[in-house]
């Protein structure tokens, strides 16, 4: 990619992002070993291309709520990350997109952020122990394909 900068044309900037940077996904590794049921949970989720996150070896992890996806900023961004038991995983508000929430689908357990809010500082934290899948929702924008899951490896 070129870009064009007081005249002079310069190629392959640091930090410049084909998308924008607003994405943090293309800076870590990819996980390709997403299972089954996180596939078919995410299966009207546009802004997920098959393969998660790897980040694994971090203490902690940030998640975009309100990121762009799913016809507007309706979107979790990484929409599948993977990490090791003892990870503590924030989601930050964009501020964009309405008001967003983070919700295990049905009884909302263990992940439940509140009602949905529209704020651009609200955060949410959660540790992980457990190995498993943890899928979850932004509520309101569920029928959208605003959803997300953590692979806790
Ligand atoms: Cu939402």
């Known amino acids: ?44 989720t546009s802004n997920f291309d098959g393969t998660g996150v790897d980040r694994t070896d971090a203490e902690e992890v940030s998640v975009t709520v309100g990121a762009r996806g799913n016809g507007s ?14 990870t503590t995983v924030v989601w930050e508000w964009s501020g964009r997109g309405s008001a967003h929430n ?26 992980f122990e457990s190995s498993g899948t943890y899928r979850y929702v932004c509520e309101p924008h569920e029928i959208q394909g605003m959803k997300g899951a953590i692979v806790v490896v």
């Open 102 to 127: 983070v919700a295990s689908p049905g009884d909302r357990e263990p992940l439940y952020s509140g009602p949905a809010v529209t704020s651009d500082n609200e955060t949410y934290a959660y540790t």
């Open 1 to 44: 990619m070129l870009t064009t900068i007081g005249g002079l044309t310069v190629g392959s900037l640091a930090g410049c992002s084909s998308d924008g940077g607003e994405t943090t996904e293309n800076d870590y590794p990819e996980y390709t070993d997403v299972p089954q049921s996180a596939e078919e949970y995410l299966s009207s």
């Open 73 to 86: 900023y309706w979107a979790f961004d990484p929409a599948v990350v993977a990490i090791s038991p003892g």
